[in-house]
């Protein structure tokens, strides 16, 4: 594609989509491409649906999605209203002949984007990724057995999608805040074709360390750092206090307080149906169960 903005020391602003496929660890190597073919297939159908020249907008490939960006000539509303009306259409059309439905989580953002000869970067490319990649996002997408989920930024629909238009109905997004190796963010989600989807309040993520984790590139696994080991602490514990009288009535609800030294472990109610062991074995001791 040519573009207005190849010099890589300057910025236009644009509108950034991030497209993933739901799951797409499960495909295996010979379903992959037909995977690929299918997301090309609902996308650029959906810019020729929704009157948007396929040759105005860059597109690169991310593997299991693709990320867009749209010149600032190309109205927002466009793409937030008709071509996202269009893809669901299109992902509906495809998914009853396919044993495992595609499920597109898509993300938009409007910020500074620079182009060079092998694609586009930036804090907005960094951000739209991250929200096409939030456990929000993902999570709406299984609970709600949807086709397709959006998320924008909090400045997007501040600025765009709250004043409504043609297919954009500001009462169907609802926010949450995530925490991403940035800081904490607003989005909005969107199911479309649904109303507004319920988000619980505690819908903040982990922020993402060195290793992983939301901040790390799109499409990355979960935080897998070690715990760091802490010293003795005093860790309150909801639990029933057992009297040697039989006389616990009164102190069922009680919080017990426990001095942790090392490993602490509760152990309430469960029914084991082989032998276990509990805690560290140390030394050269042989393992009991």
């Known amino acids: ?110 910020g ?55 297919f954009i109905e500001p009462k169907r997004f609802s926010p949450a805040r995530l925490a991403l190796k940035e800081g904490e963010v607003t989005a909005w989600f969107h199911l479309p074709g649904r109303p507004a989807p319920g988000i619980g309040p505690s819908t903040a993520e982990k922020p993402a360390g060195p290793g992983g984790g939301p901040g790390a590139a799109p499409g990355g696994g979960p935080d897998t750092a070690p715990a760091a080991e802490a010293p003795a602490a005093t860790a309150p514990v909801r639990a029933r206090n057992e009297r040697d009288d039989g006389d616990d009535a009164d102190d069922a609800d009680a919080p017990a307080r426990y001095t942790a030294q090392g490993d602490l472990s509760v152990h309430r109610h469960n029914v084991y149906q082989q032998p276990v062991h509990i805690g560290r074995v140390t030394g050269d001791s042989p393992r009991k169960d």
């Not at 073919?37 to 999605?65: C, K, P, S, W």
């Not at 490319?125 to 924008?152: F, G, H, I, P, W």
Request: overall charge negative.
């Open 1 to 110: 594609m040519e573009h207005d903005a190849l010099d890589a020391g300057e910025a236009r602003y644009e509108l950034v989509i991030s497209v993933d496929a739901r799951r797409s660890g499960q495909y295996g190597d010979a379903e992959k491409p037909r995977m690929r073919e299918r997301i090309y297939r609902v996308l650029e159908n959906a810019f020729a649906q929704a009157g948007v020249g396929r040759d105005t907008v860059h597109m690169e490939d991310r593997g299991d999605g693709v990320l867009v960006s749209v010149p600032g000539r190309i109205a927002v509303t466009r793409l937030l209203g008709l071509w996202m009306v269009e893809v669901h259409e299109n992902l509906r059309e495809v998914n009853p002949s396919l044993l495992v439905p595609l499920g597109l989580r898509v993300a938009m953002h409007v």
């Open 112 to 166: 500074p984007v620079r182009h060079d000869s092998r694609g586009i970067s930036g804090r907005a490319v960094d951000l739209t990724c991250r929200l096409a990649d939030s456990s929000v996002a993902r999570q709406l997408l299984d609970r709600e057995q949807a086709d397709l989920v959006l998320v924008v930024s909090d400045s997007l629909y501040v600025d765009v999608v709250s004043a409504g238009g043609k």
